[in-house]
């Protein structure tokens, strides 16, 4: 199975952990959390079908609303930044820009999977226990793709600055993870160009226009 098929699986997944409304709702359980909000994202993608085919930038829009808020964008893209440049010498206003222009990217990455979304069934594996003593822990999932191989994927949640809540900063298909991959990616750039450079350049794939696959 090919990587693209990794993420589109890990990105559709993630979308049915996370769920955000006009006043953002909070759990302490995340897997309660996922659970509970499984059917939110899908169910107002289908809804929007029409709408989403007229003016397929109607899944950014989506994204920005559903799954923003549970994402912690600053930690991915410090761990993305990790030792390619020395945070300490940067000026603050340049990280600000960089996670800014990060989140922006991965919404663009997130709204474009979205257009091969179909009617995946998504098993999320009970917990263990013991979360009062962790801050970072993986949630188990299975994608299951009607006569495909099952696919597995897990979160990885951290603890919140309230130490109640629970944010997602990566996801791991069949053991390939989407933060180290983009850390790999952006980090030699990053060594190479400079933090502002690269933040530049993720604004301009940011803008990349959101497209529909074509019709077979």
């Known amino acids: 199975m090919k990587l693209s098929t990794f993420l589109l699986a890990a990105l559709l997944i993630f979308s049915f952990s996370l769920k955000a409304a006009t006043e ?115 949630v188990r999932t299975r994608v299951i793709d009607p006569g495909k191989p099952d696919i597995k994927i897990d979160f990885k949640l951290r603890r919140g600055k309230d130490s109640e809540t629970w944010l997602v900063f990566d996801m791991v298909a069949e053991g390939i993870s989407l933060l180290d991959s983009k850390r790999a990616e952006l980090g030699n750039l990053i060594r190479q160009q400079g933090l502002v450079s690269v933040t530049n350049l993720l604004r301009e794939k940011a803008k990349a226009p959101i497209t529909l696959p074509e019709a077979k």
């Open 24 to 138: 953002t709702a909070t759990y302490t359980d995340p897997y309660k959390m996922m659970e509970v909000l499984a059917d939110n994202t899908f169910s107002r993608i289908a809804k929007e079908q029409s709408n989403i085919a007229a003016d397929p930038e109607v899944l950014r829009v989506i994204v920005n609303d559903e799954l923003v808020p549970y994402i912690d964008s600053r930690y991915a893209a410090l761990r993305v930044i990790g030792n390619s440049a020395d945070l300490k010498k940067v000026p603050r206003e340049d990280i600000l820009a960089f996670v800014d222009a990060f989140q922006n990217y991965m919404v663009a990455t997130y709204a474009g999977v979205f257009t091969q979304y179909r009617d995946q069934k998504v098993i999320i594996e009970p917990g263990a226990g013991g979360l009062e003593e962790q801050k970072i822990i993986t």
